[in-house]
């Protein structure tokens, strides 16, 4: 029996792995490639958590301004002021975040995005005025344009080749999930007293956030952080918890040095090597000529092709649905606080179902297709929507049954077919398509074009509706979204599966221009993990 054994082993040492499989046990082969996975998927999750919150305080504000606006007695103007100058605010944040989180670390900035968090929540549950609140606003903003930045970069940062797809579509699903819970908040505190009910919906804001505060105390650091302060020992630990197997983790250390201009030479064995100063400063100067002041063919339709995919999110009027939704409701004939919460807590359980689905097909699918059906069926739902509420808008006071129906069905429609495609792959579609090299500032000026959108369109929906009717603003919608699916037929390639130089070409881009990464071999064969600086 044992030659039997040892000549499988040395059938297995030539190379067959069948045979491998027949004599070796399974856990000397697969735990701890499975553990290493779920390591890296537990991080992912935990370093989501900032999306939750940031979710949390878009969605819960859709149903407290109901009551904000009864009780501090505001009107219109100041309420989508209200309710929209986040969007503004967090653009302070995401500039903020990379040189932050460079500074201090990934780790230390999702712990600072839960403090920042925790004030801003404290602050509006705690409000006695327009002007308190709007300072509670100011606060969290700040970290919203944090947690917008560096959940999506600590994610990247961690995760192995082959769930590049998956795990960078976790903040966005996280996000989904706190509007839910933002929802729900409104649904559960609505009874409460006036002045009392949309206080708590805000400071309640404050427990997922400290929640994070606790959970962010077990995560490591993000490897690529490590490397570029020189602890490459640290850095390489971090990767072969991270890692599928050892030669991944040698690899994904190997491309991280080269990105940060570290020698391949140069290892710590346990202590700390010294990184070149002046040399950030130099390659920072050359990222800003080579991405907008002095930009290439190739890399303007990369620029064009990144701020498009952001633009049309926000101006297919996600935000209106989502921050607006009992006003939509409203004006399609639904009566009473509670049936307005309810549906409205619809809306977020069926964007959370879907954002969820959205994660597995991403690698599976495409990143394309998935765009191409997700904008098309947008523009049909909005287009639904529009049409119910015109109508019952021309019957006032009159039950039109099949109208409000239309509303309904087309608004739950939307944001799945939303959260299928534009929604989680917005992100992940424009940390591929640039080069390694000017990945963050590409991904800061995106935020910028995304959160600036945003912010128009969040605090102009009230005034456009009085303007050309709110069945007018959905019909605006609609043709934004007809044009979001003619511009990614036209400009989108598919990403998915691609290496970074394989993607460059894709735009025009020469093979000597691109940055080339280490995949892992336990990867897909062409998949590339994304290692995201930050400025």
Known sequence: MEDGESEQRTRLNAGNADMATAVLPADAVEPRTKSNVRYAFTCAILASMASIVLGYDFGVMSGASLYIKKDLNLSDVQLEILIGIMNL?????????????????RR?????????????????????????????RFVAGLGVGYAIVIAPVYTAEIAPASARGFLTSLPDAFINFGVLLGYLSNFAFARLPLRLGWRVMLGAGAAPAALLALLVLVLPESPRWLAMQGRLAEAGAVLERTSRTPEEAAERLAGIKAAAGISSDLDADGGVVSVPKGQKNRDEARVWKELVFAPSPAMRRILLTALGVQFFQQASGIDAVLLYSPRVFQSAGIAGDNRLLGATCAVGATKTLFILVATFLADRVGRRPLLLSSAGGMAIALGGLATGLT?????????????????????????????????????????????????ALGFGVGVTCNRVTSGVISMSFLSLSRAVTIGGSFFLYAGMATLSCMFFFV??????????????KLFGMAADDTDMEADGPAGKDKAVEIEMPTN
């Open 391 to 439: 109508v019952v808008d021309h019957h006032p006071g009159a039950e039109i049954t099949w109208a409000v129906a239309l509303c309904i069905v087309s608004t739950l429609a939307y944001v799945s077919f939303f959260s299928v495609g534009l929604g989680p792959l917005t992100s992940v579609y424009t940390t591929e398509v640039f080069p390694l090299r000017v990945r």
């Open 491 to 504: 400009f989108l390639p598919e990403t998915g599966g691609l290496t970074l130089e394989d993607t460059g």
């Open 89 to 105: 605010y967090s653009l302070i944040g995401s500039l903020a975040a990379g040189r932050t989180s460079d500074w201090v670390g």
């Open 108 to 136: 230390r900035t999702v712990l600072l995005v839960a403090a920042i968090f925790v004030s801003g929540s404290v602050l509006m549950g705690l409000a006695t005025g327009y002007a308190m609140l709007m300072a509670g």
